[in-house]
Each structure stands twice: as C-alpha cells, then as structure tokens.
C-alpha cells in the first residue's frame, strides 16, 4: 500500500480526554495520545488495568463518556453510525484474542477472507478468490485449504486467517487485542515475525494490547503503560522498558522472567 | 355457532385496518419488513397465517379469490384456505388465474402474466433474508438500516466454493429499487424475474414473524449474483408431459418402483388450461383432441 494520500504532517489518529465510567467506576480515564501514519503503539498493564476498555472505545465497540477521538481530523466519536461502520470496514480493522470472536466458524477460509471485500462492493467471484489465495498465502496458510473451515484449523492459523480478513482491504489502521494470547511460544514468535513482516510492507498504524512486554518489545515504536484505568508512563518502546521510571512499569520490567 | 358469527373476512375492522396501515407503509417503502401485530388464527403457524391475515384484510365482498399452494389449487392448504373465505367472507372462488382478483399463494408465481388490479399475498415462513447468517434480529435490523449487505453475498460465494455453481435454489435473495434485500419467500428462483416489473400488487405476510412486505406494481427487483455467476432462473429440462408446455415450471412425478418418472406443470391452472385447449404432451390420452 502506499502512503501517498495519508498527510505525513499530521497525526493519523488523535485522542484527547477519553473517558469511560462503568457507574461510579472508572474504566479508563483521561487517556491522550497521537498515532502517527506507520506507527506501532503498544498498551501495557496487568488485568482491570483499562487496556481493552480504552480499545473497545478507540474502536467504536464501546461508547466514551467524554473526551475526543479524532481520525484524520474527523471525531469519530459524534461521527454519524453508517460512517463509523463503513471506516471500520474499510480503514480500519480490530484483530481479536480469540479468533473465534472475529471469525466466521461457519464459513470457509475462502468466505471469511472474501467478506469484507464483498461488504465493499467486490461482485467477482473470480477475483476475490484470488485476493484471498493471495492473502492466505502471505500469512502462510497453504491455498488448498481455502475451502477449509476454521473449525479445521490449529490456533495459529485461525489467528492468521483472522489477519488476512482484516488486512484484505488493506486498511491503515489495526487495533489489536492480545493477537498473540493463548498460544505456545514457538508459534507467538512465528506470529510476530509475520505481523512485523506485515505492518513494515503496507505501511500500518497499529494500537496493540498486550500484556506480554515481549510483544511490545518486538512490534512497538512507543508503549503505553496504564495502571487504575490511567496511563502512567508513555515513551518509546526501548526507552520505557530499559530504563522506567513509575513504580509501577518497574515492577513490571522486573517480573518479566528471564530465561 | 353460525357464519353470522363472524365479521366478514374473519378478522374484525379494527385488526383488518391495523394490518392495512402496515400493507400501506410496506408499499411506500418497497422491500421493507413492517412489523404487525399478527393474530391468532383457527390455523396452525406454517399453515399460511400470514397470508390469511393479509387476505382478510384485502378481501371486498365483490373480489374473487384463488388459492395455491406449490401450484396446485386442489391441495389440502389451499382447499382449507379456499373454503375458509366461502365460509367467513361469502366471495366468489376460482381456479383460473386471469378470473381472481386476490390470489393468495405459497411458493409459487402463477405462469399467467397478472395484469393490474390483481392482488398476490405470499405466505411467508422467515421474512429475514438474513437469519440463518446473522442470527441476532436486533443487528440484522441495523444491516438493513445501513445497507450492509456483504454478508448476503458471503453465503452465494460459500455455495459456489461447495458446489461449483450458486445452489440456493428456492427463497433465492432479490434486492429491491436498489436498496432492500429482500426474501421473496420459498419460491422457486424460475419464478425470481416475475418478481420484478409485474403489474399486480405483492403483499408478503409472516403471521408468525409478526412481518408485512410489499412490492408495489412495476417494482425493480434483482435477483443477487456474481459477474462472473450470474443469476440463472433454472427449471427441469423436460416439457410438460400433460400439456407439452415448454416454458412452466415442472414437477417431477415418480411413477413406479422402476425408475419411470413424469414431468407435470406445477401450476395445475396453467396445465389445464392449455389442456383444453387441445396442446398435449408424452403421456397424454391417446386419441383425444390433438
């Protein structure tokens, strides 16, 4: 993909102020930051911290309760549904934990990486199967099984499939929650080294959710570490985790286990 | 208890006006499913309550009515549904196409061109062309407010995959004016392009679905496809073996234990009709009018 329409100038995605209450609680509070065009930014912090909630309101899953949420100078947030819907179907994409959650279990490989190509407009039965051979390919998933269900796939390759749906419509911005959770380690790092692969060859702006300092060390330009809904530190990746300076990213750091 | 008993048409004034408005919006908005409050009827749901219902409430006492059930006007549904009108509303019933005003009917389009002033009601068992993809009614409302209609064509992409050609061959999807997917109910897709242009007015009723749709007369309604699959209105490639006709849509009959087989009209008025007017087919009684 190339970049040339995006403006370099000026940050692809902006938050300010983001807020989300459940009740008297707080999910995320007074979350601000800028994503810049072919940027990674990663979101740490251990269970309750806010992660997902402040992923589920970035994405349009979830209703804020205050503050801005601005792509390419549009708020997204009073941004009218049949818009928000057709940016998530077009520019944007969300990677889910659990593949089956962003999977259709039913449909063939074929069929889920074809639908949002058909969801834009694509009426050629020929050329989507196409696109998506080629799709499957670049993530490694071999094109006899296109006719494959997902049900008949390992987990790594449902999580894949689940990529190469997303990224058919080559969109400019992912948001991914924990991709990389609930697999063993050897098939995580064949995982990484594809989605680095991926977001370096079209140019993407990513907002990864991770509780795995690991991933964030490999994919992430800058990191975000949030704790009590809050964000508490936020630098470049290297910077923060070889050198943090909250408590809290401390400990962190620390309990990461070195083999 | 005497036919006296019951308002005429069955249904009382204030529920035949109730399921007017709805037919009447359903109209103005081509394709849409108006929810109605559909009422008990002295018949099983599957049975065509739906239909009934619409019926009732399009019924005058000057109208003539005829019933098909897969074509056939003598079959057990359309019988009871028949006789159900003589006895609550006294109208006048046929068996020819061209002679009815109101034509309620279950998967099939008569062969007979309508011609204005004639009334089709289609019972209809799922209104929602998208429920078996998207089981939740509250998001597949939202996709036809929004337009997002993909999902539609994930499942002919799916059959194509499976069987090498889109196999849906019955309730086949239809967009209408360009905007509504719609489900044309359980009608063969030979009948899908009679669908679109006709001169009668199309009233779907789903009585247990609690839905009302409408195609008003000279509708566009296109049949779903790929470019490069293009819809194909396929029938048996027999003629009939009653009437010889060509260009109807076929039953196939089995005939014995032996493997023999016969292909007959399965709209039995058509059939009939070209009968007596001396057309005759493969198995047809020798010796009479040819």
Redesign the interface.
Known sequence: MTLHDVSLDQPLFRVEGLTKRYGQRIGCADVSFDLWPGEVLGIVGESGSGKSTLLGCLAGHMQADEGKILYRGRNTLTMP??ER?VLS?TEWAFVHQNPRDGL?MG??A??NV???L???GA????D??ETAIDWLGRVEISGER??DRPRQFSGGMQQRLQIARNLVTSPRLVFMDEPTGGLDVSVQARLLDLLRGLVRDMGLSVIIVTHDLAVTRLLADRLMVMKDGRVIEHGLTDQVLDDPQAAYTQLLVSSVLQV | MTEQAYNFAYLDEATKRMIRRALLKGLAIPGYQVPFASREMPMPYGWGTGGVQVTAACLTPGDTLKVIDQGADDTTNAVSIRKFFERTAQVRTTETTAEATVIQTRHRIPEVALTQGQILVYQVPIPEPLRFLEPRESETRRMHA?E?Y??M??KL??D???HGAIATSYAYPVKVEGRYVMDPSPIPKFDNPKLGGNAAIQLFGAGREQRIYALPPYTDVVSL?????PFDPSKADHACDLCGSGASYLDEVITDDTGSRMFVCSDTSYCTTRQAEGHTGRLSPKGEAA
């Open positions: 549904e049949p819907r179907r259709r449909v063939s074929g069929g074809g639908e949002r058909m969801a834009i009426r050629h039965y020929g989507i199967r296109i006719d | 929004l997002e993909g999902l064509h994930v992409y799916e194509i995959a499976r496809d790929f470019e490069d699959h």
